[in-house]
């Protein structure tokens, strides 16, 4: 379980990675797909190059959980550790919960997996993505204001 961009493609779904144009997107399987699909064998995985009008739909993974009191995301699982984020507001509190500030107001650290508790995964769907028109706040490229669209949604 970690944060992670996923997509759905004919009806499954992949982990997903936007580029090298903001048009384009890069679905990633651990096990091969459908011949038909005509995904590539890559080192580890398989993967295949699409535009973003042949996705059908693209959200984030979420997990999220509590460290020693406060709310954290998992950013990734990394066997008996949890590389984690502090979701919390309080910044002095972060550093002493043991976080270490990687650029300003962003602090992450190592876990042990038994100091995350209540983990849980949300899929938060994206109407409208930054390289889409339409984007709220102008063009395509990110909101004016730096602020998430209102119609974005946390499902769990």
């Known amino acids: 379980m970690r944060y992670r961009l996923m997509a759905t493609y004919r009806g499954a779904s992949y982990e997903a990675g936007v580029g090298p144009t903001d048009k384009d997107v890069t679905l990633f399987a651990a096990l091969p797909p459908p011949e038909e ?3 590539q064998p890559a ?5 295949k190059a699409v535009s973003r009008a042949e996705v059908d ?16 995301l998992v950013l990734d699982d990394l066997g008996e550790h949890l590389h984690i984020g502090y979701l919390g507001h309080d910044l002095a509190r972060a550093g002493r919960l043991g976080y270490s500030e990687m650029e300003p107001g ?10 995350v508790t209540d983990i849980t ?9 930054p390289w889409q028109d339409g984007w709220p ?3 395509a490229g990110g909101a004016a204001d730096g602020h998430l669209p209102a119609d974005w949604k946390s499902v769990v």
């Open 137 to 139: 706040g102008g063009e």
């Open 121 to 129: 995964e949300d899929r938060v769907d994206h109407a409208f993505l």
């Open 57 to 72: 739909a693209i959200w984030e993974s979420r997990p999220s959980g509590m460290f020693r009191g406060e709310p954290c």
């Open 106 to 115: 962003v602090f992450e650290l190592l876990a042990t997996r038994e100091d």
């Open 43 to 47: 080192t580890g995985h398989w993967r």
């Open 37 to 39: 699909l005509g995904f």
